[in-house]
């Protein structure tokens, strides 16, 4: 239903994104899509490139002179203010990257060809789809939000499973690691420096809430319209990404079966709905109407100050990978990638589900569903 495709380097003139499917009548804010390219560069222990960029997106097409989408595909572009690349050669292929198996792939003399698309520079395109992806949901009434529930091994007592209250995710949005629980975003804090140090890199782990999805969003009927399925490959392709949980996730195995499950109850007020939600909001494949949980964990980044050995792809003789500017921990900025992918996911499906040309059309197809619902 929705689709994107993005082109651009990393140090290339600017980044450039098509996104089809959006109904026509949705006002585009332009404010806050900039402010969602804000939260993607915040983070603590992130590199200086995060100084040079400014990320502001323009919009050349598919909205009209009041900032109303017309259903035409949006083109979008965002200017690289960091365009400088040392001339140099890139050939001690970085460990962790897509730099040798790129190389060989596509038959190029250098690993910059392959490194400058790899760059996770073009998650700012991705976080701008994803912020008109939020505009759209948020006429649902579908919110999404994120926090980072660990830096390598510092854990956040926050946590959707365990925290014994509702979560202000809103704190993180505060904090320069996106924690909500303070004393451990100061450990993590810590931790950052001896990295930043010692020469080296750190992952961790974050979680990713919707709220306000209606129940019946993907289906079980096929293995490529399950929801979860959906949203997997999506968060997957966030570079960096190595695993993806839906619900308690890996935890799971450890619960017996008979409490692992998330018993049904019903009120007149609530309808259906479960005293528990391990299951992530999602049952079969379908949105169930609870919230939607999902965990990510990131991988340490493979660039390091103290570098890894490689291989001189002429000489083949041992040598370090080549080391430039880089991040130290990017846990922070990917949680708001990550919101962004599960934006366009959920839109996706959504739009699969209710369709409509306007969204007009789009809300009158949502009302009586929602009024079905009421009746069941
Ligand atoms: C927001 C964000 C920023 C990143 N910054 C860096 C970085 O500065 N240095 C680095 O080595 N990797 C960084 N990465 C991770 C790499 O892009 C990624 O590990 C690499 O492209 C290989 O992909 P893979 O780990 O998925 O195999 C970043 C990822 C994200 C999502």
Redesign the pocket.
């Known amino acids: 239903m929705l689709r994107f495709l993005t082109a651009g380097e990393s140090h290339g003139e600017k980044l450039i994104g098509i996104l089809e499917g959006i109904p026509s009548n949705l006002k585009i804010d332009e404010k806050f899509i900039n402010h969602e390219l804000l939260r993607?560069k915040m983070g603590y222990g992130?590199?200086n490139?995060m100084k040079i960029e400014s990320d502001k997106v323009k919009i050349l097409s598919g909205i009209n002179e009041y900032y109303y989408t017309t259903g035409a595909p949006l083109a979008l572009e965002i200017i690289n203010l960091g365009k400088e690349i040392p001339k140099v050669d890139y050939l001690e292929p970085?460990p962790?990257?897509?730099d040798l198996a790129g190389l060989i792939k596509y038959n190029q003399p250098d690993a910059k060809y392959i490194m400058e698309r790899?760059?996770?520079r073009e998650?700012a395109m991705r976080t701008t789809i994803g912020a008109i992806c939020k505009l759209f949901l948020s006429e649902f009434g579908i919110k999404i939000y994120s926090h980072v529930i660990s830096i390598n091994d510092v854990e956040s007592s926050t946590n959707y499973y365990d925290s014994s209250s509702d979560i202000d995710y809103s704190i993180a949005d505060n904090s320069v690691l996106r924690m909500i629980d303070t004393k451990a975003e100061k450990e993590a804090v810590e931790k950052i420096n001896l990295a930043i140090k010692n020469g080296f890199?750190l992952g961790g782990k974050v979680e990713i809430i919707g709220t306000g999805v209606p129940i019946g969003l993907g289906s079980h009927i096929q293995w490529d319209k399950r929801l979860d399925s959906k949203i997997a490959q999506s968060m997957m392709s966030?570079?960096?990404?190595?695993s993806v949980e839906i619900g308690l996730g890996e935890k799971i195995k450890n619960l017996y079966g008979n409490y692992a499950n998330d018993e049904v109850f019903y009120d007149k007020v609530r309808g259906y709905y479960r005293k528990t939600n391990f299951s992530g909001g999602i049952e079969g494949g379908m949105s169930n109407g609870e919230d939607i949980v999902i965990r990510l964990t990131?991988?340490p980044?493979?660039?390091?100050a103290n570098p890894l050995k490689t291989v001189h792809i002429n000489t083949k003789e041992e040598t370090l990978a080549f080391s430039q500017?880089?991040?130290v921990c990017?846990v922070a900025?990917?949680s708001?990638?990550a919101e962004s992918m599960l934006a366009i996911s959920l839109s996706d499906s959504f739009l699969e589900k209710f369709s409509g040309d306007s969204l007009e059309e789009t809300k009158k197809n949502f009302t009586n569903y929602k009024n079905y619902i009421d009746k069941r």
């Open positions: 993607r992130r590199s490139r970085r962790g990257h897509a790899a760059s996770a998650t890199t966030i570079p960096g990404i190595k990131m991988k980044l493979p660039t390091q500017r880089s991040d990017a900025s990917m708001i990638v």
